[in-house]
């Protein structure tokens, strides 16, 4: 009894294995002669152009100081490191040999062109909703740009999580098929903008939270998350910021790279930004009209006259307070740039006690801008904040403290110190 017993355990195990590496398998796709790039239509390969921008391709398949769309570019996750892979022509290592039915393959489900599951740090769970058009237009501009000859370095996955077979039992568990569907009732503009944010600009892949095996958690879209050490906030109307993000303020941060009432694109953000700058006017306004209804924007507009005379009555705070310490360290650092004495917040001058930075639960955004800086690339052309790394880190810590305790209501944020330090580390580590 026994022995049949173990024999028939280890029948059905087989079978199990046997009936997941059939479901698991995929064909690979024969390899082709890169296509001449004259036998693509100038005005596909422009359409690809733009819908690479607003997929920000660019800024995953570019190692720092490598060729662009080379790959190579590091993504820490909690299983460890993946490396975007070359997806210029180069026929040995990149998709030069990839006909588009496996362009469109990967894109759409996530598989390459021998066969192999990709790992999820490529985001096929958004690009699944591409349309065909998108998808091909995507294809004539890849397989236009110059063909760079270059192998990413390997990932650091173990054993036996890096079993490509193994990512369609991830696949099972979270990843569904399929192309962008209207809902009925919205407007053609709200649609377009669900179609940016769900699928090419995958707007949810920083947003959102994650789940221990590393989906997005649906029942959470975008809820917020941590991201390469920043904190994409919150998109919905359990967003912290003193104002509302309404469609105006919105489409001036997506399209500008800074919103007076809230700040200045940074960090993760600002590359954002500048992809979204490949996409016509009508597409960003459809990604504000979106995200607008998503925040609930209209059910605030009555708060944010009055956050914005709180703010606005702050701005004398640091002056004519000698016993303040914080104060006149705060005065001496940064009051110059931030001190507006009108009755209308300025993006030149921006107002702290606006700015997201400051309601964000934990001091992570302002820390990094702190010990960064804000470059001439980032937010407003040519207006630049500068690093301050060199002060203390218990004087940074101070300034903190100072802002979250004058310009908002919140509690303190504990640790300042401690975190400063361990965000230097990071820093000076990349």
């Excluded at 180069?90 to 599951?117: C, K, L, N, Q, Y």
């Excluded at 994409?232 to 910021?241: D, F, G, R, V």
């Excluded at 630049?384 to 209501?409: E, K």
């Amino acid at each position: 009894m026994g022995r049949r017993f173990l024999i028939g355990v280890v029948a059905i195990g087989v079978l199990g294995i046997l009936g997941f590496g059939a479901l698991a398998w995929r064909p690979a796709i024969a390899p082709i002669a890169p296509p001449p790039p004259q036998s693509f239509a100038p005005e596909l390969i422009a359409k690809g152009e733009a819908l690479a921008g607003g997929g920000y391709c660019a800024e995953c398949h570019t190692a720092k100081g490598g060729q662009k769309f080379a790959g190579g570019y590091p993504m820490p996750t909690p299983f460890g490191v993946l490396y975007s892979t070359n997806i210029t022509p180069d026929p040995e290592t990149g998709i030069g040999t990839w006909s588009e039915a496996a362009f469109a393959r990967a894109m759409h489900e996530g598989v390459a062109r021998d066969g192999s599951h990709l790992f999820p740090g490529f985001p096929y769970d958004h690009f699944t909703k591409l349309s065909d058009d998108d998808v091909k237009a995507l294809y004539a501009y890849f397989m236009t740009r110059p063909p760079v000859r270059a192998s990413a370095p390997a990932n650091t996955i173990p054993f036996p999580l890096n079993i490509r077979a193994l990512q369609e039992g991830w696949k099972i568990l979270f990843f569904r098929s399929g192309r962008f569907e209207p809902v009925a009732g919205k407007s053609a503009e709200w649609n377009r903008g669900a179609y940016l944010a769900l699928g090419l600009s995958h707007c949810g892949a920083c947003h959102t939270p994650r789940n221990l095996l590393g989906a997005e958690k649906a029942n959470d879209a975008y809820a917020g998350a941590v991201v390469d050490n920043w904190i994409a906030p919150p998109l919905t109307a359990a967003n912290s910021a003193p104002a509302p993000w309404t469609r105006e303020e919105l489409y001036d941060y997506l399209r500008k790279g800074v919103s007076v009432l809230h700040g200045t694109a940074a960090g993760p953000m600002f590359p954002v930004v500048h992809g979204l700058a490949a996409l016509p006017e009508s597409d960003i306004d459809a990604l504000a009209t979106y995200f607008a209804e998503i925040d609930h924007a209209g059910d605030h507009l009555a708060s944010s006259d009055a956050a914005i005379a709180r703010a606005m009555s702050y701005a004398r705070l640091g002056s004519g307070q000698g016993f303040d310490a914080d104060a006149r360290l705060y005065t001496a650092a940064c009051a110059s740039c931030h001190y507006n004495s009108g009755q209308t917040p300025l993006a030149v001058r921006p107002d702290l006690a606006l700015n997201s930075a400051l309601s964000l639960p934990e001091p992570t955004n302002l820390i990094q801008v702190l010990l960064r800086g804000v470059s001439a690339e980032e937010g407003i052309p040519g207006v630049v904040m500068p690093s301050f790394a060199a002060l203390r880190d218990a004087d940074l810590a101070r300034i903190a403290a100072y802002l979250r305790r004058t310009r908002t209501n919140l509690p303190p944020w504990p640790n300042l110190e401690k975190k400063i330090a361990a965000m230097r580390r990071q820093i000076a580590s990349q």
